[in-house]
């Protein structure tokens, strides 16, 4: 006689009333989250849609931002590549700088600082975060860009044969080098914030282990706390480039921007597509308008796309 | 970095208890079942110990007059002892104790606990490894330790495993390959790993892992090796391997073990301590030969914890 398998059972649960409404406060709360993040979206490709098919795919290649002059015939051409660009070389200038101090600065309050200065270190590195782009701005125009003119001039004496470093013009200031610089220090207190969680995140038992066979503590942080902490701090990284390549003002207040692509980083003259849509937004007729929406969105979805991948990372590191 | 010649001591144990033949000396499969019903102190005196060893002054390690405190909680009070090459020490008691913060303190892991603070001295070949000056890493590399929980590293490979000690302690090694087969050997694991060495540490099983542990120890070739209850994580059959190693490896070197098995202490010691706390700080209430511990204590109270009475 064969056995009669039974089909697997249906499993519920009756919530009772209070936790119905509390369920209903966070469902929507977080519904809400999302909802806006795709309006959004929406508004953005609703507004620039006209001006990005109009371009098509030189929208995001073309390097010329020109506004129509019917008395010439001359058409309008707007293409952000040379921003996108920019906005990629002092992202990632600002974490080639950053993000080195940003992780020394977690192993030391992580495994280095005594007590008394880790807990005032903490709070006064959490509250850098919380500066204003534009007191950044400001700051590095007036007080970090006269010595980094001088750091750029030194770079540029004796790696000048590299050809980032070269310089077909003598101005120095106001270049990708000075916004990436004013950058990094921007993203080091997320940087140093994820980082210094992760590392605090190390078990213990490997710690011990790493000493108990006579590990300095040099040689164990290398040997049990970056392979632990890797993921944390790449995902720690990435947020630091999506708060770099979002921002405007600080780069606004620092930068050239000059609508070319340039491999100089030292030269003044550079791009970034957050503040050439601050730069351009005041005048902008109402086709300008449109491409700088459209601008406006793939900037979203840059930063959109990186703030992803990071969390990803971060928490594919996390289940490890 | 070679080894001690074991089989001097050899000569010694097989002398020593002339009524056990080499062989059960060597294998040992006989005395050491864990599901054995046999009492303790039948146990303890079918071990093949290293007894005949007199501690030659001024060799091994011992501790002195060692008090610990946690902060203003004082958790061990004048504990000494001596752990002299070629024997293996159980210290036993029950939980809370301070057994483990005991074996701690003796390769200067009792530090890395904030407000923990010690007074004694900790003696490693007539030095006391607690002096101003002393560089703790060459402590460590003389006492090695073996935890609770198997902890290999988990981003390392099981032949990486093997020689973290030497890459964490900056030692250059020539024959690199030598040293990871004896330590495995030794360690009682080459033949289950010899063809996958270049896998993950967190591949193997719990108390291969533990073995890979106490083979990632040797390698840096210690004197002491300490072992925080080393099987409690673990089968009866891997804890049957361990204790195995444990007995091989006591001709070379002196082991020091805190276990919460009565009968394994009484399977792999030459020596037991006792310790107890009744509330207050941790003591040593009675140390002396396994034999004597588990068969005539001269403290109620250690008859009573090794009889099962409490703990």
């Given at each position: ?12 649960t009756q919530p009772r009333f209070t ?281 979203f979805l840059v930063t959109l796309g ?15 | ?311």
């Amino acid at each position: 006689m064969p056995k009669t398998i039974p089909a697997p059972r249906k499993i519920t649960t009756q919530p009772r009333f209070t936790d119905k409404v509390f369920r209903g406060v966070v469902t929507s709360g977080g519904l809400f989250a999302g909802l806006l993040l795709g309006l959004i979206g929406f508004f953005l490709v609703f507004n620039g849609f006209e001006a990005m098919r109009a371009a098509g795919l030189s929208f995001i290649t073309g390097f010329d931002w020109v506004d129509a002059v019917p008395e010439d015939g001359q058409p309008a051409s707007y293409g952000i590549g040379a921003m996108l660009y920019g906005t990629m070389v002092t992202g990632i200038l600002a974490m080639i700088m950053g993000v080195p101090v940003a992780v020394g600065t977690a192993l030391f309050l992580s495994y280095y600082a005594p007590e008394w200065i880790k807990k005032p270190m903490v709070v006064v590195v959490d509250v850098m975060a919380a500066i204003p782009s534009i007191v950044f701005g400001l700051w590095g125009y007036f007080v970090l860009m006269p010595h980094a003119e001088y750091w750029a001039k030194l770079i540029h004496k004796y790696f000048g044969f590299i050809p980032f470093f070269d310089m077909p013009a003598p101005v120095f200031t106001r270049s990708p080098f000075i916004a990436g610089l004013v950058l990094a220090i921007m993203i080091i207190p997320i940087v140093t914030a994820v980082s210094r969680e992760v590392f605090a995140q190390t078990p213990l038992e490997r710690i011990q282990a790493a000493y108990a066979l006579g590990a300095t503590k040099w040689t164990m942080i290398k040997a049990v706390v970056f392979p632990y902490g890797r993921g944390g701090v790449i995902g720690g990284a990435m947020l630091g480039l999506g708060r770099a390549l979002g921002e405007t003002v600080a780069v606004y207040t620092v930068l050239n921007l000059v609508y070319d692509i340039r491999i100089e980083v030292l030269l003044s003259a550079g791009g970034n597509v957050a503040s050439m849509i601050v730069n351009k937004f005041g005048e902008a007729d109402p086709v300008e308008l449109q491409a700088l929406m459209g601008a406006g969105f793939v900037l979203f979805l840059v930063t959109l796309g990186v703030n992803f991948l990071a969390n990803f990372i971060i928490n594919k590191t996390a289940r490890e | 970095m070679s080894n001690e010649n074991p089989t001097e001591s050899k000569g010694n144990r097989e002398e020593e208890m002339s009524q056990v033949t080499p062989k059960q000396a060597s294998g040992s499969k006989t005395t050491s079942s864990p599901g054995a019903t046999r009492s303790l102190s039948e146990v303890a005196a079918a071990r093949t110990t290293n007894l005949g060893k007199a501690p030659q002054p001024g060799s091994g390690l011992e501790a002195r007059g060692i008090h610990a405190w946690f902060g203003k909680n004082h958790v061990l009070e004048d504990i000494s002892m001596e752990f002299a090459t070629g024997t293996v020490t159980a210290l036993i008691g029950p939980s809370g104790c301070g057994k483990s913060t005991f074996i701690r303190t003796l390769n200067r892991m009792h530090e890395f606990i904030p407000t923990a603070a010690l007074a004694g001295q900790v003696l490693l070949d007539g030095k006391d490894v607690y002096e101003p000056g002393v560089d703790v890493t060459k402590i460590r590399l003389q006492v090695g330790m073996v935890f609770q929980k198997p902890n290999p590293f988990p981003s390392m490979t099981i032949r990486e495993n093997v020689l973290s000690g030497l890459k964490l302690s900056q030692i250059k090694i020539s024959n690199p390959d030598e040293l990871l087969e004896s330590c495995l050997r030794r360690a009682g694991l080459w033949n289950e790993v010899k063809d996958r060495l270049d896998e993950y540490g967190g591949s193997l099983s719990g108390g291969q892992q533990q073995r890979l542990c106490i083979a990632r120890s040797l390698a840096v070739n210690p004197q002491v090796l300490l072992m925080d209850e080393p099987c409690s994580a673990l089968d009866p059959g891997s804890t049957l391997r361990i204790e195995e190693t444990i007995r091989e490896l006591s001709d070379s070197m002196s082991i020091v073990i805190v276990t919460h098995n009565m009968q394994q202490a009484a399977r792999v010691s030459d020596y037991t301590g006792f310790l107890l706390s009744d509330g207050g700080p941790g003591r040593l209430i009675e140390s002396s030969t396994t034999v004597e511990i588990f068969t005539n204590p001269k403290e109620k109270r250690t008859e009573d914890y090794v009889s099962g009475r409490f703990g």
